[in-house]
C-alpha cells in the first residue's frame, strides 16, 4: 500500500504526516522558521525518520514561500510592458506597481488593428542595456486571441538583450487583462526564488536516500510535480490545505464551513454536498488581483498566539503574534493562556498561565474568579472576530455561482452550515464559536494535524479549457496559453470533444493525473453568420479535474 507524506507550512508550527493508504502511521510537528522554510520542511521529514531505510512514494508539500515574499515586498523588480489597445483607462485601475504602455493594438478576436512601434521597442532596448534590471513582463489586452505582438517584443529584446528574463501574458490565457498583467508579473517575480528553493528540496531529500516525487498544494486545493507548478500557483496553499484536510474527516456528502485555528491566522472554506467551493474570481493576494483558481478561502489574523495588549477597558486582541504562549515558554499574554488555565487544552504550564492573566489586572483584582472571567472574555474576543468573519463570508460565498447552483439542487438544505473546527487551538476555541454562533461545531478526529492530512491525501487538479474560432481556423487552452492552427471542420460537433479529449490525455501524465479522473463539460457552440450564411462557429468547452481528496481519513 502506498505511503505518502503529507506537510503543511504553518505560520506557526509545521506539520507533517506519514499515511499509508488513508491511515495516519506518524505525524509530528515542529517550529516554522518563517526565515528558512527548506529547513523547516527537513526537519518534519527528519522528524517522521523518512530514509532509505523508511521509503515513501510520494511527498506533498504546503508551502507559504510564494505567500510569504508577496505580502512582505521581498520580490525582484520588474518591468511590466502593457499593449492595452484603444478603450481602456488604466490609470483607472488601482495598479500596485509601474508599467509602461506600448503601441500596437489586437482586437478582441485577434486581429491585428495596428502594428507596433518599432521607435518604441528601441528605446526600451536602449534603457535595458544602461538597467540593472533584468525581468520583464510582456501583456497585450487581447493576447489570449493572439501573441504575434508579446512573442514580437520578446524576440525583438532578446536579440540585443540576451540576459533578459521574459514573461508574456497570453500564457495564462484568460480574458481579464488588469488581473493578467499582476499574475504574469508576479509569477516571474517569483521565479528565481521559488526555482531554488526547489532546486535545494529535491536535494535535500535526495541526500536522505528518499527519491519520492515531490509536489506542490496549489490554492485550488490540487496538486503539481514541484518541478512544473508555476510558482505563484503555490499562494494561499495553506487555507486550501485547512479545507481539504476538514473534507478528509467528513462525510462524503456533508456540507460545512472548515475552521481552521492555527497560532498565527484562522483559514475560512465552505464545503458544499462533499465537493470544496471554488472562487469565480481568482485570488487576491495583498494588493494584487490574479487569475490564480482558488478555492472559495479566507484567512484572518487571529490565532491561539494573537498577542493580548493591556489598556483602559482591560484587554484587545492584536492580529499579530510576538512569539509562544506564557505557558508554553513565551513571555507574553495569548489566548492560548486563556484556554489552558481553564484547562481546556491539555499541554502547557497551567502556573505560567495564571501569571500570564494575572498580569492584565490591577493586583488588587487577580482572584481566581477574576482570572476566569479575564480567561473567557479572551476567548470570547477571538470568537468574536472568527464568528464576524464568517458571517461576512458566507454572504459572499452566497453571491457564487457554485454556491447558487447548490442551493437549486438542495432546496432543502438551510443555508446556515455546521461548523468543522480543526488547528492546534481548535480545542479551545470549540465551545466558544459553537456559543456564539448557535450551530453545531464539532472537532476533526486529528485537529492538530488535519492540513497535513489534507496536504497528503489531495488530488492533482487541472483545466483544459478550449476556446475555438473555426472561421479563423484558431483555438487556445486558457489554462497553458497554448494557441495553434485549427485543422478540423468549420462546424464540429464530435470532433471538437475528441481534440480536446486527446490533448488532455497527453499532458495528463506530466500533472501526476490519472486519465480517469478527466471529466469532459458540455460544449457550446455559436455561429459565426456572414451575409446570411454560416461561415464558422465559436465553440468553447472543457475538460477538468475537481479539487478533492483520495477517500476518507480511517482510524
Known amino acids: 500500500m502506498i505511503k505518502r507524506v503529507g506537510i503543511d507550512v504553518g505560520g506557526t508550527f509545521t506539520d507533517a504526516v506519514l499515511m499509508q493508504g488513508n491511515s495516519i502511521v506518524d ?8 526565515d528558512d522554510l527548506l529547513h523547516t520542511i527537513i526537519s518534519t521529514i527528519d522528524e517522521l525518520g523518512i530514509s532509505e531505510q523508511k521509503p515513501v512514494e510520494k511527498i506533498t508539500v504546503s508551502t507559504t514561500l510564494v505567500t510569504n515574499a508577496i505580502l512582505q515586498g521581498y520580490l525582484p523588480k520588474i518591468k511590466l510592458c502593457l499593449f492595452p489597445g484603444r478603450g481602456m483607462k488604466l ?14 493594438i489586437i482586437d478582441y478576436r485577434g486581429k491585428e488593428v495596428q502594428a507596433p512601434d518599432h521607435t518604441e521597442w528601441e528605446q526600451l532596448s536602449q534603457s535595458l542595456q544602461q538597467d540593472a534590471e533584468t525581468k ?3 501583456v497585450g489586452k487581447f493576447s ?18 540576451p540576459d533578459l528574463q521574459i514573461a508574456c501574458g497570453y500564457l495564462w490565457g484568460q480574458a ?3 488581473r493578467r498583467s499582476l499574475t504574469t508579473y508576479l509569477n516571474l517575480a517569483s521565479q528565481e526564488l521559488y526555482f531554488q528553493f526547489a532546486a535545494d528540496l529535491q536535494q535535500a531529500v535526495a541526500a536522505r536516500g528518499c527519491h519520492a516525487p515531490i509536489l506542490v498544494l496549489k490554492a485550488d486545493g490540487g496538486t503539481l510535480p514541484l518541478s512544473s507548478l508555476r510558482p505563484v500557483d503555490s499562494i494561499y496553499s495553506g487555507p486550501a490545505a485547512s479545507v481539504l484536510g476538514a473534507l478528509a474527516q467528513s462525510k462524503e456528502s456533508e456540507s460545512f464551513v472548515a475552521v481552521d485555528i492555527g497560532g498565527t491566522t484562522t483559514d475560512l472554506g465552505i464545503v458544499l454536498s462533499g465537493v470544496p467551493l471554488i472562487s469565480a474570481k481568482g ?23 494573537s498577542l493580548i495588549l493591556r489598556n483602559d477597558q482591560g484587554f484587545s486582541l492584536a492580529d499579530y503574534r510576538s512569539g509562544a504562549a506564557c505557558c508554553l515558554g513565551g513571555d507574553a499574554p495569548t489566548p492560548t493562556d486563556a484556554m489552558c488555565y481553564l484547562k481546556l487544552v491539555d499541554y502547557g504550564d497551567w502556573a505560567k498561565a495564571e501569571a500570564a492573566l494575572a498580569s492584565l489586572l490591577p493586583p488588587d483584582e487577580r482572584e481566581a474568579t477574576n482570572l476566569q472571567n479575564m480567561a473567557e472574555a479572551i476567548l470570547k474576543a477571538a470568537v468574536e472576530k472568527i464568528a464576524l468573519a464568517i458571517e461576512d463570508l458566507s454572504k459572499e460565498w452566497q453571491a457564487e455561482p457554485a454556491y447558487k447552483i447548490w442551493e437549486v439542487l438542495h432546496p432543502q438544505n438551510p443555508l446556515k452550515l455546521n461548523i468543522l473546527v480543526s488547528g492546534g487551538c481548535a480545542q479551545g476555541f470549540a465551545p466558544f464559536l459553537g456559543e456564539r454562533l448557535k450551530t453545531r461545531v464539532r472537532l476533526g478526529n486529528y485537529p492538530e494535524v488535519s492540513n497535513a492530512i489534507g496536504t497528503a491525501m489531495a488530488k492533482p487538479t487541472f483545466s483544459w479549457t478550449l476556446s475555438l474560432d473555426t472561421y479563423r481556423k484558431f483555438y487556445q487552452i486558457e489554462e497553458t496559453g497554448e494557441q495553434g492552427e485549427w485543422l478540423g471542420s468549420r462546424k464540429p460537433y464530435k470532433e471538437v470533444a475528441r481534440f ?24 457550446d457552440y455559436f455561429p459565426i ?24 481519513i480511517q482510524e
Not at 488532455?504 to 463539460?521: N, R, T
Not at 451575409?531 to 475537481?546: L, S, W
Open 27 to 34: 505525524k509530528t510537528k515542529v517550529p516554522t522558521r518563517t
Open 91 to 104: 490609470d483607472a485601475l488601482a495598479w500596485p506597481v509601474p508599467y509602461h504602455v506600448f503601441s500596437g
Open 136 to 138: 520583464l513582463a510582456i
Open 144 to 161: 489570449h486571441r493572439n501573441k504575434a505582438h508579446e512573442e514580437q517584443l520578446a524576440a525583438y529584446l532578446l536579440k540585443y538583450n
Open 176 to 178: 481579464n487583462f488588469y
Open 283 to 305: 485570488a487576491r493576494i495583498g494588493a494584487f488581483p490574479t487569475l490564480v483558481y482558488s478555492l472559495a478561502v479566507r484567512s484572518l489574523a487571529v490565532g491561539g498566539d
Open 500 to 523: 480536446l479529449t486527446e490533448l488532455a490525455q497527453k499532458q495528463a501524465g506530466d500533472k501526476g493525473i490519472d486519465q480517469a479522473d478527466l471529466q469532459l463539460d458540455n460544449f
Open 529 to 552: 453568420v456572414q451575409g446570411y450564411q454560416t461561415v464558422g462557429q465559436i465553440v468553447r468547452g472543457a475538460i477538468h479535474v475537481p479539487p478533492g481528496v483520495r477517500g476518507r
